[in-house]
């Protein structure tokens, strides 16, 4: 093998070495925060969530559109996961009028929809967990 070619594998394989390490911590790191900001399950009540959900930080009522929602902050998790995903927001969940789950969101910071939502709501009360 001549010189050149071997000078290019000694860098070339373990930089794609290290891109596949990298990915695989990524990919881990999504998987492991996204585990500890779910709720428990697809239909949770909100007395659910509050038992065995995520932990949470805030609860806000709105009025949207004549009905009452809940909206509920979470915490970003502690631990390495986070430091590698950096979340722009901590997750929010929104309970419909009948306190059950109706969506989320991972991001909040990411979500134009959450912030064009809570502008068209008018907020009723607010409180700190």
Same mark, same amino acid.
């Given at each position: 093998?001549? +010189?050149?070619?071997?000078? &290019?594998?000694?860098?070339? %394989? #373990? @930089?794609?070495?290290?891109?596949?390490?990298?990915?695989?911590v !990524?990919? $881990?790191?999504?998987?492991?925060y996204? +585990?500890?900001?779910?709720? #428990?399950?697809?239909?949770?009540?909100?007395?659910? !969530?509050?038992?065995?959900?995520?932990?949470?930080?805030?609860?806000?009522?709105?009025?949207?559109?004549?009905?009452? !929602?809940? %909206?509920?902050?979470?915490?970003?998790?502690?631990? &390495?996961?986070?430091w590698?995903?950096?979340?722009?927001?901590?997750?929010?969940?929104? !309970?419909? @009028?009948?306190?059950k789950?109706?969506? $989320?969101?991972?991001?909040?910071?990411?979500? #134009?929809?959450l912030?064009?939502?809570? +502008?068209?709501?008018? &907020? &009723?009360?607010?409180?700190?967990?």
């Amino acid at each position: 093998m001549n +010189r050149p070619v071997k000078h &290019l594998l000694v860098w070339l %394989v #373990p @930089a794609i070495a290290l891109c596949v390490a990298g990915a695989g911590v !990524f990919i $881990w790191a999504m998987d492991d925060y996204g +585990r500890k900001i779910a709720p #428990p399950e697809k239909e949770v009540s909100l007395e659910t !969530f509050y038992a065995e959900g995520p932990l949470a930080f805030r609860t806000e009522k709105y009025l949207h559109e004549g009905q009452v !929602f809940t %909206v509920v902050t979470g915490k970003i998790p502690d631990g &390495l996961s986070s430091w590698i995903i950096l979340p722009s927001g901590p997750p929010v969940y929104l !309970f419909d @009028a009948e306190e059950k789950l109706s969506t $989320w969101i991972s991001d909040s910071g990411e979500s #134009p929809w959450l912030r064009q939502w809570i +502008r068209d709501s008018k &907020l &009723l009360a607010t409180t700190d967990l």
